[in-house]
């Protein structure tokens, strides 16, 4: 029996042929249907709206003050006069006793005739007393009252009297006479701005107009003839009073600071009734200067 062998080759190279004459033919597409798939419909469920009540309003609370940032500034004194309140607080009334002591420095200009003048000029200390020399070192009552807060309005008052009697006796004789009667009064309304630092310490600044007067008698007996002799000092001035207020209590204090009246005006006269009559006016401006010191309270 004759067997024919293949070479492993050439067994290869045919499948290989085979291969690629099978891959160029198309394969056949086979069109399969399109089954249409119907669309189901699905009912709108309806879900009820839950009604919630109306929302209630709460009122509106008072708005607190708005705390301002950044440079500090001054805060007046509280409104009212309380246990709290500073001293300036609007509706306090003061009640002071202005310059009881002190020191100051005093000149006076009289105009003569014929175009002369006369000077003097001194230094008065006082302590609850004061100088005849001039109505300004005497001491004064003086009422206040604060018609918004740090503003006060009011004045001082003073007044003086002294007389008195001198005797002479020896030789079986007595001689009396009167010493002279000076009767002298200043009134000083004016105007004030309070700065409250705290409730201990403060700062009040006080100006108006004074104006005062100022009278001398002397009665002078020769004989059975007598003749009074009348010196009346009057003018205006302008007060400037810056004060400090140191309130070591509630509601009481004292005053330092120091005082200016400036002259705007004043006149001195003479007058002679009796046995003898004679009469002379000048033009007489009074300018004081000094530190003074006081107490006051505050209601």
Same mark, same amino acid.
């Given at each position: $029996? ?19 004459? $099978? ?62 309140? $500073? ?54 009552? =003086? ?58 310490? =403060? ?73 003898? $009559? ?11 200067? =000094? ?9």
């Amino acid at each position: $029996m004759k067997r024919t062998i293949v070479p492993a080759a050439t067994l290869l190279v045919s499948l290989s042929v085979v291969a690629s004459a $099978m891959a160029q033919q198309p394969y056949p597409q086979q069109p399969y249907p399109q089954q249409p798939y119907p669309q189901q419909q699905y009912p709108q469920q309806q879900y009820p709206q839950q009604q919630y009540p109306p929302q209630q309003g709460y009122p509106q609370q008072q708005g607190y003050p708005q705390q301002g940032y950044g440079p500090q500034q001054y805060s007046p004194p509280p409104v009212s006069g309380g246990q709290g309140a $500073m001293f300036g607080s609007v509706g306090q009334l003061i009640i002071s006793a202005d310059r009881l002591f002190g020191l100051s420095f005093w000149s006076a200009k009289t105009d003569l005739d014929n175009g002369v003048s006369s000077s003097v000029s001194g230094t008065d200390i006082n302590l609850l007393w004061g100088d005849n020399a001039t109505p300004y070192s005497t001491p004064r009552l =003086g009422v206040d009252y604060t018609v918004a807060n740090s503003i006060s309005v009011g004045g001082s008052v003073a007044f003086t009297s002294a007389s008195g009697t001198s005797e002479l006796s020896g030789a079986g004789q007595s001689l009396s006479t009167d010493t002279p009667t000076v009767t002298g009064f200043a009134f000083a309304p004016r105007f004030g701005y309070i700065l409250g630092i705290n409730q201990t310490i =403060g700062i009040w600044f006080k100006g108006g107009i004074t104006y005062f007067s100022q009278k001398t008698e002397t009665k002078v007996t020769t004989g059975t003839s007598s003749t009074t002799s009348t010196d009346t000092l009057s003018g205006f001035s302008l007060n400037i009073e810056p004060e400090l207020v140191i309130l070591p209590v509630p509601h009481f204090g004292l005053t330092v600071g120091g005082l200016a009246d400036i002259a705007l005006s004043g006149s001195f006269k003479h007058e002679d009734t009796g046995a003898t $009559m004679s009469s002379a006016d000048r033009n007489t401006k009074i300018n004081n200067f =000094g530190i003074t010191f006081g107490v006051l309270g505050h209601i």
